[in-house]
Protein backbone atom coordinates (compact mmCIF):
# COMPACT_ATOMS: atom_id res chain seq x y z
CA UNK A 1 0.00 0.00 0.00
CA UNK A 2 0.88 3.59 -0.84
CA UNK A 3 2.91 4.83 2.43
CA UNK A 4 0.56 7.84 3.76
CA UNK A 5 3.71 8.35 6.80
CA UNK A 6 6.59 8.93 4.65
CA UNK A 7 6.91 12.69 3.99
CA UNK A 8 9.19 15.28 3.70
CA UNK A 9 10.71 17.24 6.22
CA UNK A 10 8.77 20.54 4.60
CA UNK A 11 6.26 20.30 1.50
CA UNK A 12 7.61 21.68 -1.42
CA UNK A 13 6.85 25.16 -2.33
CA UNK A 14 4.98 24.88 -5.34
CA UNK A 15 3.59 27.30 -7.87
CA UNK A 16 1.54 26.63 -11.35
CA UNK A 17 1.77 28.78 -15.13
CA UNK A 18 -1.35 28.03 -16.61
CA UNK A 19 -3.80 25.55 -15.53
CA UNK A 20 -6.49 28.12 -14.50
CA UNK A 21 -10.24 28.55 -14.17
CA UNK A 22 -11.99 25.91 -16.18
CA UNK A 23 -8.67 23.90 -16.66
CA UNK A 24 -9.24 20.49 -16.53
CA UNK A 25 -5.42 19.75 -16.95
CA UNK A 26 -5.36 22.70 -14.44
CA UNK A 27 -7.14 21.07 -11.55
CA UNK A 28 -5.63 17.30 -12.28
CA UNK A 29 -2.14 18.82 -11.46
CA UNK A 30 -3.27 20.54 -7.84
CA UNK A 31 -5.24 17.60 -7.16
CA UNK A 32 -2.50 15.12 -7.60
CA UNK A 33 0.12 17.72 -6.04
CA UNK A 34 -1.81 18.04 -3.01
CA UNK A 35 -3.23 15.10 -2.22
CA UNK A 36 -0.56 13.66 0.04
CA UNK A 37 1.21 16.93 1.20
CA UNK A 38 4.23 16.39 -0.49
CA UNK A 39 3.61 19.64 -2.53
CA UNK A 40 2.04 23.29 -1.09
CA UNK A 41 0.31 25.90 -3.53
CA UNK A 42 2.16 28.71 -2.75
CA UNK A 43 2.25 31.20 -5.86
CA UNK A 44 1.11 31.20 -9.63
CA UNK A 45 0.56 32.68 -13.15
CA UNK A 46 -2.68 30.84 -13.70
CA UNK A 47 -3.96 32.62 -16.72
CA UNK A 48 -3.29 35.60 -19.42
CA UNK A 49 -5.46 37.85 -17.95
CA UNK A 50 -4.42 38.58 -15.01
CA UNK A 51 -7.21 40.10 -13.36
CA UNK A 52 -9.04 36.73 -13.50
CA UNK A 53 -5.98 34.87 -12.81
CA UNK A 54 -5.81 36.72 -9.43
CA UNK A 55 -9.36 36.35 -8.57
CA UNK A 56 -8.86 32.46 -9.52
CA UNK A 57 -5.74 32.37 -7.24
CA UNK A 58 -7.42 34.26 -4.22
CA UNK A 59 -10.63 31.83 -4.51
CA UNK A 60 -7.66 29.05 -3.88
CA UNK A 61 -6.33 30.20 -1.00
CA UNK A 62 -3.34 31.95 -1.99
CA UNK A 63 -1.89 35.23 -1.19
CA UNK A 64 -2.92 37.67 -3.46
CA UNK A 65 0.49 39.29 -3.88
CA UNK A 66 1.77 35.90 -5.07
CA UNK A 67 -0.69 35.96 -7.85
CA UNK A 68 1.23 37.27 -10.67
CA UNK A 69 0.36 38.62 -14.03
CA UNK A 70 3.32 36.88 -15.86
CA UNK A 71 5.50 33.84 -15.29
CA UNK A 72 8.55 36.07 -15.64
CA UNK A 73 7.54 38.18 -12.93
CA UNK A 74 6.59 35.41 -10.44
CA UNK A 75 9.99 33.83 -11.07
CA UNK A 76 11.89 37.14 -10.34
CA UNK A 77 9.86 37.95 -7.31
CA UNK A 78 9.62 34.22 -5.96
CA UNK A 79 13.75 33.79 -6.14
CA UNK A 80 13.93 37.25 -4.09
CA UNK A 81 11.92 35.87 -0.87
CA UNK A 82 13.37 33.13 1.86
CA UNK A 83 10.16 31.39 1.47
CA UNK A 84 10.13 31.28 -2.26
CA UNK A 85 9.16 28.47 -4.79
CA UNK A 86 10.63 26.05 -5.32
CA UNK A 87 9.26 23.92 -7.84
CA UNK A 88 6.96 24.81 -10.82
CA UNK A 89 4.24 23.23 -12.98
CA UNK A 90 4.10 24.18 -16.58
CA UNK A 91 0.17 23.77 -18.37
CA UNK A 92 0.44 25.70 -20.84
CA UNK A 93 0.10 25.47 -24.35
CA UNK A 94 2.80 23.54 -26.41
CA UNK A 95 4.38 26.98 -27.92
CA UNK A 96 5.39 28.11 -24.49
CA UNK A 97 7.16 24.95 -22.56
CA UNK A 98 10.38 25.58 -23.79
CA UNK A 99 10.46 28.91 -23.19
CA UNK A 100 8.84 28.52 -19.89
CA UNK A 101 11.14 25.93 -19.12
CA UNK A 102 14.36 27.47 -19.65
CA UNK A 103 12.96 30.62 -17.48
CA UNK A 104 12.25 28.35 -14.72
CA UNK A 105 15.61 26.48 -14.61
CA UNK A 106 17.17 29.72 -14.75
CA UNK A 107 15.55 30.77 -11.79
CA UNK A 108 16.88 27.84 -9.93
CA UNK A 109 13.62 25.87 -9.99
CA UNK A 110 12.40 21.80 -10.65
CA UNK A 111 10.21 21.68 -13.39
CA UNK A 112 7.06 19.64 -14.20
CA UNK A 113 6.01 20.38 -17.79
CA UNK A 114 2.79 19.18 -19.87
CA UNK A 115 4.25 17.25 -23.01
CA UNK A 116 5.54 17.31 -25.63
CA UNK A 117 8.12 19.13 -23.67
CA UNK A 118 9.35 21.33 -26.66
CA UNK A 119 8.38 21.34 -30.72
CA UNK A 120 12.06 20.08 -31.67
CA UNK A 121 14.77 17.73 -30.32
CA UNK A 122 17.23 20.52 -30.08
CA UNK A 123 15.06 22.31 -27.71
CA UNK A 124 14.76 19.49 -25.59
CA UNK A 125 18.51 18.81 -25.32
CA UNK A 126 19.50 22.19 -24.35
CA UNK A 127 16.89 22.45 -21.49
CA UNK A 128 18.16 19.19 -20.09
CA UNK A 129 22.02 20.48 -20.74
CA UNK A 130 20.46 23.55 -18.54
CA UNK A 131 18.85 21.48 -15.83
CA UNK A 132 21.86 19.32 -15.58
CA UNK A 133 23.59 22.77 -15.27
CA UNK A 134 21.56 24.26 -12.26
CA UNK A 135 21.66 20.74 -10.83
CA UNK A 136 17.52 20.75 -11.09
CA UNK A 137 15.35 18.13 -12.58
CA UNK A 138 13.00 18.19 -15.20
CA UNK A 139 9.52 15.56 -14.77
CA UNK A 140 7.31 15.41 -17.85
CA UNK A 141 3.15 14.31 -16.93
CA UNK A 142 2.86 11.34 -18.80
CA UNK A 143 -0.29 10.77 -15.93
CA UNK A 144 -0.85 7.07 -17.16
CA UNK A 145 2.36 6.00 -16.22
CA UNK A 146 1.48 5.99 -12.26
CA UNK A 147 -1.01 3.04 -12.57
CA UNK A 148 0.62 0.26 -10.43
CA UNK A 149 -0.44 -2.33 -13.30
CA UNK A 150 1.80 -0.41 -15.82
CA UNK A 151 4.47 -1.44 -13.29
CA UNK A 152 3.18 -4.66 -13.19
CA UNK A 153 3.30 -5.17 -16.33
CA UNK A 154 7.08 -3.44 -16.72
CA UNK A 155 7.86 -6.03 -14.17
CA UNK A 156 6.23 -9.27 -16.09
CA UNK A 157 8.59 -8.01 -19.15
CA UNK A 158 11.99 -7.78 -17.22
CA UNK A 159 11.53 -10.88 -15.40
CA UNK A 160 11.10 -13.03 -18.78
CA UNK A 161 7.89 -13.72 -18.20
CA UNK A 162 6.68 -13.09 -21.45
CA UNK A 163 9.95 -14.16 -22.77
CA UNK A 164 11.60 -11.87 -25.86
CA UNK A 165 9.30 -9.62 -26.83
CA UNK A 166 8.10 -9.59 -30.49
CA UNK A 167 5.33 -7.44 -31.08
CA UNK A 168 3.59 -4.04 -29.75
CA UNK A 169 0.34 -2.88 -30.90
CA UNK A 170 0.05 0.74 -28.87
CA UNK A 171 -2.95 2.96 -29.42
CA UNK A 172 -4.62 6.23 -28.37
CA UNK A 173 -7.61 6.93 -30.31
CA UNK A 174 -10.61 8.74 -29.20
CA UNK A 175 -13.88 9.74 -30.92
CA UNK A 176 -14.63 13.33 -29.23
CA UNK A 177 -13.27 15.77 -32.46
CA UNK A 178 -14.40 13.86 -35.17
CA UNK A 179 -16.32 16.79 -36.39
CA UNK A 180 -14.75 20.85 -36.40
CA UNK A 181 -15.69 21.29 -32.90
CA UNK A 182 -12.56 23.93 -32.55
CA UNK A 183 -15.33 26.57 -34.33
CA UNK A 184 -16.82 27.11 -30.57
CA UNK A 185 -14.15 25.37 -28.54
CA UNK A 186 -10.94 27.70 -27.60
CA UNK A 187 -9.07 25.05 -25.70
CA UNK A 188 -9.35 23.02 -28.77
CA UNK A 189 -8.15 25.07 -31.24
CA UNK A 190 -5.18 26.34 -30.38
CA UNK A 191 -4.16 22.09 -30.59
CA UNK A 192 -4.96 22.38 -34.04
CA UNK A 193 -3.29 25.64 -35.06
CA UNK A 194 0.67 25.06 -35.87
CA UNK A 195 2.35 27.96 -34.28
CA UNK A 196 0.70 27.08 -31.22
CA UNK A 197 0.28 23.39 -31.28
CA UNK A 198 3.55 22.53 -33.09
CA UNK A 199 4.29 20.30 -36.02
CA UNK A 200 1.27 17.91 -34.69
CA UNK A 201 -1.63 17.31 -33.46
CA UNK A 202 -3.00 13.69 -32.29
CA UNK A 203 0.52 12.39 -32.77
CA UNK A 204 2.05 15.11 -30.29
CA UNK A 205 -1.46 15.15 -27.64
CA UNK A 206 -1.71 11.74 -27.12
CA UNK A 207 0.13 9.45 -29.52
CA UNK A 208 2.99 10.43 -26.96
CA UNK A 209 0.88 8.99 -24.04
CA UNK A 210 1.14 5.57 -25.98
CA UNK A 211 4.51 5.37 -27.12
CA UNK A 212 5.71 6.72 -23.27
CA UNK A 213 3.80 3.40 -22.00
CA UNK A 214 5.53 1.11 -24.76
CA UNK A 215 9.10 2.70 -24.00
CA UNK A 216 8.58 2.36 -20.19
CA UNK A 217 6.99 -1.27 -20.10
CA UNK A 218 9.20 -2.66 -22.76
CA UNK A 219 12.38 -0.75 -22.60
CA UNK A 220 12.82 -1.58 -26.46
CA UNK A 221 14.60 1.34 -28.30
CA UNK A 222 13.20 2.36 -31.40
CA UNK A 223 15.67 1.71 -34.54
CA UNK A 224 13.29 3.19 -37.36
CA UNK A 225 9.71 4.41 -37.70
CA UNK A 226 7.17 4.99 -40.47
CA UNK A 227 3.93 7.21 -40.67
CA UNK A 228 1.31 8.40 -42.60
CA UNK A 229 -1.02 10.75 -41.13
CA UNK A 230 -4.37 12.36 -42.30
CA UNK A 231 -6.37 15.50 -41.55
CA UNK A 232 -9.89 14.29 -41.88
CA UNK A 233 -11.18 17.72 -41.02
CA UNK A 234 -9.31 19.39 -44.01
CA UNK A 235 -9.35 22.58 -41.85
CA UNK A 236 -6.83 21.13 -39.44
CA UNK A 237 -4.40 20.63 -42.16
CA UNK A 238 -1.44 20.18 -42.39
CA UNK A 239 -1.63 18.93 -38.95
CA UNK A 240 -3.26 14.92 -38.58
CA UNK A 241 -6.25 14.14 -36.65
CA UNK A 242 -5.20 10.27 -37.34
CA UNK A 243 -2.30 9.01 -37.48
CA UNK A 244 -0.71 5.23 -38.21
CA UNK A 245 3.07 4.46 -37.02
CA UNK A 246 4.93 1.37 -37.64
CA UNK A 247 7.72 1.20 -35.34
CA UNK A 248 11.08 -1.47 -36.38
CA UNK A 249 12.64 -2.12 -33.03
CA UNK A 250 16.54 -2.91 -32.22
CA UNK A 251 16.69 -6.51 -31.57
CA UNK A 252 14.18 -7.62 -33.87
CA UNK A 253 10.86 -6.51 -32.51
CA UNK A 254 8.14 -4.80 -34.62
CA UNK A 255 5.15 -2.26 -33.46
CA UNK A 256 2.25 -0.25 -34.63
CA UNK A 257 0.95 2.92 -32.78
CA UNK A 258 -2.41 4.78 -33.87
CA UNK A 259 -3.22 8.09 -32.66
CA UNK A 260 -6.73 9.48 -33.11
CA UNK A 261 -9.16 11.83 -32.51
CA UNK A 262 -11.75 11.10 -34.78
CA UNK A 263 -12.40 7.21 -33.72
CA UNK A 264 -16.09 8.04 -33.42
CA UNK A 265 -17.87 7.02 -30.68
CA UNK A 266 -14.93 5.67 -28.72
CA UNK A 267 -13.98 7.18 -25.44
CA UNK A 268 -10.60 6.66 -25.03
CA UNK A 269 -9.59 3.50 -26.71
CA UNK A 270 -5.86 3.64 -24.81
CA UNK A 271 -4.34 0.39 -25.18
CA UNK A 272 -1.35 -1.59 -24.82
CA UNK A 273 -0.80 -5.08 -26.25
CA UNK A 274 3.08 -6.56 -25.83
CA UNK A 275 3.15 -10.05 -27.28
CA UNK A 276 6.46 -12.15 -26.28
CA UNK A 277 7.75 -15.29 -27.77
CA UNK A 278 5.64 -17.35 -24.26
CA UNK A 279 2.68 -14.82 -23.69
CA UNK A 280 0.89 -11.87 -24.04
CA UNK A 281 -0.01 -9.05 -21.28
CA UNK A 282 -2.47 -6.01 -22.51
CA UNK A 283 -3.87 -2.91 -20.84
CA UNK A 284 -6.56 -0.72 -21.06
CA UNK A 285 -6.70 2.40 -19.72
CA UNK A 286 -10.77 2.55 -19.22
CA UNK A 287 -10.06 -0.74 -17.03
CA UNK A 288 -6.87 0.66 -15.83
CA UNK A 289 -7.02 -1.94 -12.78
CA UNK A 290 -7.04 -5.13 -14.69
CA UNK A 291 -4.42 -6.95 -17.01
CA UNK A 292 -4.39 -9.40 -19.43
CA UNK A 293 -2.14 -11.91 -19.31
CA UNK A 294 -2.84 -14.52 -21.89
CA UNK A 295 -0.37 -17.91 -22.23
CA UNK A 296 -0.16 -20.05 -25.08
CA UNK A 297 -2.17 -23.13 -24.07
CA UNK A 298 -3.69 -21.91 -21.02
CA UNK A 299 -6.71 -20.15 -20.09
CA UNK A 300 -6.59 -16.12 -19.97
CA UNK A 301 -5.89 -14.86 -16.57
CA UNK A 302 -6.95 -10.91 -15.60
CA UNK A 303 -4.67 -10.01 -13.10
CA UNK A 304 -6.70 -7.57 -10.31
CA UNK A 305 -4.76 -4.61 -9.06
CA UNK A 306 -4.00 -4.93 -5.49
CA UNK A 307 -3.54 -8.83 -5.06
CA UNK A 308 -0.75 -10.91 -3.51
CA UNK A 309 0.22 -12.39 -6.31
CA UNK A 310 1.31 -9.03 -7.99
CA UNK A 311 5.19 -8.56 -8.16
CA UNK A 312 6.13 -7.17 -4.61
CA UNK A 313 8.39 -4.20 -6.12
CA UNK A 314 8.00 -0.65 -4.90
CA UNK A 315 7.01 0.55 -8.34
CA UNK A 316 4.02 -1.60 -8.47
CA UNK A 317 2.60 -2.88 -5.41
CA UNK A 318 3.19 -0.15 -3.16
CA UNK A 319 1.66 2.75 -5.10
CA UNK A 320 -1.65 1.15 -4.12
CA UNK A 321 -3.79 3.40 -2.28
CA UNK A 322 -6.51 1.30 -1.48
CA UNK A 323 -7.22 -2.14 -1.21
CA UNK A 324 -7.81 -4.55 -4.15
CA UNK A 325 -11.75 -4.82 -5.71
CA UNK A 326 -11.93 -0.70 -5.22
CA UNK A 327 -11.90 0.92 -8.28
CA UNK A 328 -8.64 3.46 -8.76
CA UNK A 329 -8.27 5.47 -11.62
CA UNK A 330 -6.93 8.85 -13.03
CA UNK A 331 -6.46 11.17 -10.26
CA UNK A 332 -4.55 8.26 -8.46
CA UNK A 333 -2.19 7.64 -11.04
CA UNK A 334 -1.29 11.48 -11.69
CA UNK A 335 -0.95 11.59 -7.49
CA UNK A 336 1.56 8.35 -7.64
CA UNK A 337 3.76 10.52 -10.21
CA UNK A 338 3.50 13.69 -8.22
CA UNK A 339 4.65 11.53 -5.07
CA UNK A 340 7.97 10.48 -7.24
CA UNK A 341 8.76 13.79 -8.79
CA UNK A 342 8.45 14.97 -4.90
CA UNK A 343 11.21 12.33 -3.85
CA UNK A 344 13.30 13.23 -6.64
CA UNK A 345 13.55 16.62 -6.42
CA UNK A 346 14.03 16.15 -2.81
CA UNK A 347 16.81 13.75 -3.06
CA UNK A 348 18.54 16.34 -5.75
CA UNK A 349 18.48 18.96 -3.12
CA UNK A 350 19.87 16.92 -0.37
CA UNK A 351 22.58 15.87 -2.89
CA UNK A 352 21.63 12.22 -1.89
CA UNK A 353 22.70 10.34 -5.22
CA UNK A 354 22.25 7.10 -3.92
CA UNK A 355 18.78 7.69 -3.40
CA UNK A 356 17.80 9.60 -6.44
CA UNK A 357 19.87 7.16 -8.53
CA UNK A 358 17.22 4.17 -7.73
CA UNK A 359 14.26 6.54 -8.44
CA UNK A 360 11.85 6.06 -11.51
CA UNK A 361 9.86 9.03 -13.00
CA UNK A 362 9.13 10.18 -16.55
CA UNK A 363 12.01 12.93 -16.91
CA UNK A 364 13.91 15.02 -19.54
CA UNK A 365 15.05 11.69 -21.03
CA UNK A 366 10.70 10.97 -21.59
CA UNK A 367 10.87 14.08 -22.88
CA UNK A 368 13.29 14.05 -25.52
CA UNK A 369 12.15 10.53 -26.48
CA UNK A 370 8.49 12.16 -26.95
CA UNK A 371 9.73 15.04 -29.01
CA UNK A 372 11.65 13.19 -31.45
CA UNK A 373 8.89 11.07 -32.25
CA UNK A 374 6.73 14.26 -33.31
CA UNK A 375 10.11 15.12 -35.64
CA UNK A 376 10.51 11.62 -36.70
CA UNK A 377 7.00 10.98 -37.70
CA UNK A 378 6.78 14.34 -39.49
CA UNK A 379 9.63 13.45 -41.50
CA UNK A 380 8.21 10.21 -42.49
CA UNK A 381 4.59 11.22 -43.29
CA UNK A 382 5.52 14.28 -45.05
CA UNK A 383 7.63 12.30 -47.58
CA UNK A 384 5.50 9.77 -48.55
CA UNK A 385 5.63 7.57 -45.24
CA UNK A 386 8.97 6.65 -45.61
CA UNK A 387 10.81 4.32 -43.24
CA UNK A 388 13.13 7.35 -41.24
CA UNK A 389 16.05 6.48 -39.05
CA UNK A 390 14.44 7.44 -35.51
CA UNK A 391 18.21 8.04 -34.18
CA UNK A 392 20.57 10.05 -36.71
Known amino acids: ?24 IGYSHRNAALRDGLFTLVAGAFDLDAQRGRDFAINLGIDESRSYATYKEMFTQEKKREDGIQAVSIATPNCTHFEICKAALEAELHVICEKPLTFTVQEARELKALADDKNKLIAVMYGYSGFPMIHQAREMVRRGDLGDIRVVNAQ ?6 NEEYEKNDPSLK ?32 VESLCCMRQSFIESRAPLEDNAHIML ?31 ASIEWWDEFPNQ ?26 VSCNRVGSGHAEGYFESWANLYARFASAFNAMDQGNQKAFADMWFPGVEAGIEGTRLCEKCVESADNGAQ ?6
Open 1 to 24: MFNEESHLKQPIRWAMVGGGRGSQ
Open 172 to 177: FAHGFH
Open 190 to 221: WRVTPEASGPTYVIGDIGTHAYFLCEMITELE
Open 248 to 278: KFKGGAVGTLWASAINAGSMHQQKIRIIGAK
Open 291 to 316: LRYEVQGEPLRILERGMGYLYQDDAG
Open 387 to 392: WVNYKN
